[in-house]
């Protein structure tokens, strides 16, 4: 991403492009700044003249969207419902392939989610652009009241594929809230932990399919597994299945062999085994066979990575057939089942040299076909880590003071969006209004921070959009510079995952607003904090402050075990400043227990004071009037004022 591009926000990518639809003047009023703020074309019709930054379209406007309707991932509508209805109804066709349709009324103050809710994106995006115009969303589906994730939507998260099955139906039993078995084999069980209390799913033990302690008899089930599942009809329960990718398909063979000939092999491999084509992640082979013409076709057309190996590392590899011709052609002896042993193994970051075939759940398979050249040799090993082909996204988030009024809308919608939430337990309770059902929240203590960096590279390298939520500006004593320390140091390119910092009203700040006006000239900001910078730098860096006669933010001036801090502090600046300077304390600014003081430096320890405090110390000029706290802009020296005026 060039750094030009940074400004525009990653969240909503996936919903590009977007049009947006405006027959009077009110529409057209509301939908332009929700149009410029998430990139979508404004259509307006030629009645209402030229407005800037829209698109205009004549005649009707029923003609209108049949026109472009394939053009656009989503819809948004100034018009009424009904009349939305009748637009769209003929070019409906299901609801997995059907775009978002989003309603907004004239006044700006509904955004109802129409049409394509689970998997159009209508409900995320209705939620996001409620949040932009300040207005109420309106999200009809069953799994929103709940708290559940949608059942359609699911796998999504961490590129599953949908299978077969009934999905109307056990969506259905889901809203009833009636018990959902699920067995689940493979892929991640994040999904899980993060569910609401009382939801109405309970799981099977994969291995010997023994009931769970707490079995009811199910109304629906819900398989998750690489196995290919034929449903009877004459079953009354609904059953539907997710893919998680995780089949590699090792893959040799002759020179020339055609994409017919690989593709016809891979289905009956499938068919066989009862494997299901959509938890294939991937082809592996040697690497000679890079170029193989027919292999990468086959790649391009399912949206395959093609992993390729050296004979070095697939010749380390034990396995159940080896060949001596193999060997003695491309020097290792085996391709198809060392190859889809390494690419398990690679999934799950284990070492290539392990001397096992475990993983391999088909051994190699030869195959031709009359009227095809070549031959194709297949295996196919299994990775116990699902295969993604979602670009992870870190998005690093400010939360500002805590009240969600205090955080910028973009802030608000990045975390609403969000596939995963990661936050010190506090933040996370402070912006909860904000999650949304199906989330995976992963609350980690105050000194954690490491860890919770750690963390969202995890979740990202998952393929997951990861909010992760400082207090204040994330760019400042937050999590925006340990999460790229962290990136850097695991070889980050820059661009996978994708970053966005988004800013939030600093501590500093927010204190400053509550007393006033004291960082109207040259300020700085020093942490106390002696965790994670040597205290000998710390005092430096006081004592030039004081000296140069700074207004001066202390963050985290006293812990429970660090208490001496904030005294040798207060005596470094007595040294500079008068006694009477005026300092402000401030103690959980915005939140429920705020608690504002505004004293001198002398009596500055008199003061309760702790992690969740921002010590504002006056420069020589700084005053107080009344309640407020004054820094001026400019120094007087003699009757002259140095300002900036």
């Not at 889809?340 to 970051?349: D, N, P, Y």
């Not at 082909?389 to 939360?399: A, C, N, Q, V």
């Not at 963050?555 to 006694?579: C, D, G, H, M, V």
Request: aromatic share 6%; charged share 20%; net charge negative.
């Amino acid at each position: 991403m060039n750094v030009n591009e940074r400004r525009f926000n990653l969240i909503l990518a996936d919903f590009l492009p977007i049009a947006a639809i405006a027959t009077t003047p009110g529409a057209a009023k509301v939908l332009l700044p929700v149009c410029l703020s998430i990139g979508a074309d404004l259509w307006v019709s030629e009645s209402l003249g030229e407005i800037k930054g829209s698109q205009v379209y004549s005649g009707s406007l029923r003609e209108h969207i049949a026109h472009i309707w394939s053009q656009y991932h989503g819809f948004i509508f100034g018009l009424a419902t009904g009349a939305v209805v009748r637009l769209i109804a003929p070019l409906l066709k299901d609801k997995s392939v059907d775009p978002a349709v989003i309603v907004i009324d004239e006044n700006g103050k509904f955004v109802i989610s129409l049409c394509g809710g689970h998997q159009g994106g209508a409900d995320r995006l209705a939620r996001a652009i409620a949040l932009s115009l300040n207005a109420t969303p309106i999200l009809t589906g069953a799994a929103n009241g709940l708290g559940l994730p949608a059942v359609d939507l699911l796998g999504v998260p961490f590129g599953w594929n949908k299978g077969a099955g009934d999905w109307t139906k056990v969506a259905a039993t889901i809203a009833k809230n009636e018990p959902v078995q699920v067995i689940q084999e493979v892929g991640s069980t994040l999904w899980q932990n993060h569910l609401p209390k009382g939801h109405p799913f309970y799981f099977e033990d994969p291995e010997n399919q023994l009931p769970s302690t707490n079995y009811q008899l199910p109304k629906a089930r819900i398989w998750i597994s690489f196995t290919q599942r034929r449903f009877s009809p004459d079953s009354d329960l609904p059953k539907v299945q997710w893919h998680p990718r995780v089949l590699w398909l090792g893959i040799g063979c002759e020179r020339g062999s055609s994409k017919k000939l690989i593709e016809s092999a891979i289905q009956q491999v499938c068919q066989k085994y009862h494997l299901a084509e959509s938890a294939i992640a991937g082809i592996a082979t040697i690497d000679i066979k890079a170029d193989e013409v027919g292999l990468i076709e086959v790649c391009q057309e399912k949206n395959w990575p093609l992993k390729t190996f050296s004979a070095e590392i697939l010749g380390k590899i034990n396995v159940p057939n080896p060949s001596t011709i193999v060997a003695a052609e491309v020097g290792t002896p085996s391709v198809a089942e060392a190859a889809a042993i390494c690419a398990g193994l690679e999934m799950t970051g284990k070492m290539l040299v392990l001397q096992d075939w475990t993983n391999l759940l088909v051994k190699k398979q030869i195959f031709r076909l009359e009227g095809e050249r070549g031959a194709v040799t297949i295996a196919v090993g299994l990775s116990e880590k699902e295969y993604s082909d979602r670009t992870g996204k870190i998005l690093l988030i400010g939360t500002g003071p805590g009240q969600l009024e205090q955080m910028t809308i973009a802030a608000q919608m990045a975390i609403s969006q969000a596939d995963a939430v990661v936050g010190y337990s506090l933040y996370i309770d402070l912006i909860s209004p904000l999650l949304k059902p199906g989330q995976i929240v992963e609350s980690l203590p105050i000194t954690q921070e490491v860890e919770r960096a750690k963390k969202a590279i995890e979740l990202a390298d998952k393929g997951l959009t990861v909010a992760v939520i400082s207090s204040g500006d994330s760019g400042i004593y937050g999590m925006a510079g340990l999460v790229l320390e962290e990136l850097q140091a695991h070889g980050w390119d820059g661009q996978v995952p994708g970053v966005q910092v988004f800013p939030g009203i600093t501590a500093l700040q927010a204190a400053a607003s509550l007393v006033g006006a004291p960082l109207m000239h040259d300020f700085c900001a020093v942490s106390l904090s002696d965790l994670l910078t040597p205290w000998s730098v710390i005092e430096k860096r006081l004592i030039a402050a004081a000296e140069a006669d700074f207004v001066t933010a202390l963050y985290n001036p006293k812990s429970q075990t660090r208490t001496e801090q904030i005294a040798f502090a207060q005596q470094i600046f007595l040294k500079y400043r008068n006694p009477t300077t005026p300092v402000a304390i401030v103690r959980s600014a915005y939140r429920e227990t705020q608690e504002i003081t505004i004293t001198t430096l002398e009596k500055l320890l008199e003061s309760s004071i702790d992690m969740l405090t921002i010590v504002l110390i006056g420069n020589s000029n700084t005053l107080v009037h009344g309640d407020w706290m004054i820094t001026p802009r400019g120094y007087k020296v003699g009757v002259i004022e140095y300002s900036d005026f």
